[in-house]
């Protein structure tokens, strides 16, 4: 299993993040490579997600699930065909405020995306490839494009949690399991 897991500080309380996080739908505005996303449940636990992603010349449609809630600290999530996958949005309130804090800061907490997979678990039949490319050549490919899109989301959701722009300093640690 490789994992990726990206997490930074956002200066709200844990509770106004969390609410945030869970309204799954909202991701494809953060997103490069997701289109859209269909929602079937009332996006609690067991809520399904069809993610319909677009890389290259690929399109993909994952399908995950919503596995547990525990607000305000963690929301998990599992991919339900095609890949062994799930992951994870925690959120942890922080005692003092970093020396970084924005002037008007007056709380904050460490938010943490982390995502683990098996790409050998992949349904090679789930994806039509062109012609000479080989489903080897796509994942060695997408693990690297996976990485910047998880930044990529974080950095984004945390401009809009906050309601503005600032230098985001992401920590990001990839591990195989």
Known sequence: MDEIVVSTVVYLPTEDVYDFLVDFPRYANYSKHLQD????GDGGSGTRYA???SWWKLTYTAHSEVTE???P???EWQIVKD???????????????????PNDAETACRVFFEVSY?????DKDSINLPRFVSFGWVIDKLKPALQTEAERIVERIVE????RRRSVELTVERRTV
Do not use: C, K, M, Y
């Open 69 to 71: 809630l525990d607000p």
């Open 160 to 163: 809009d949690l906050e309601g």
């Open 118 to 122: 098996d790409a050998d678990s992949a």
């Open 83 to 101: 890949i062994h996958a799930q992951g994870r949005w925690r959120v942890e309130a922080l005692d003092t405020l970093p020396d970084a804090a």
């Open 73 to 75: 600290n963690r929301i």
């Open 37 to 40: 996303v269909t929602q079937r």
């Open 51 to 53: 993610l319909h992603f």
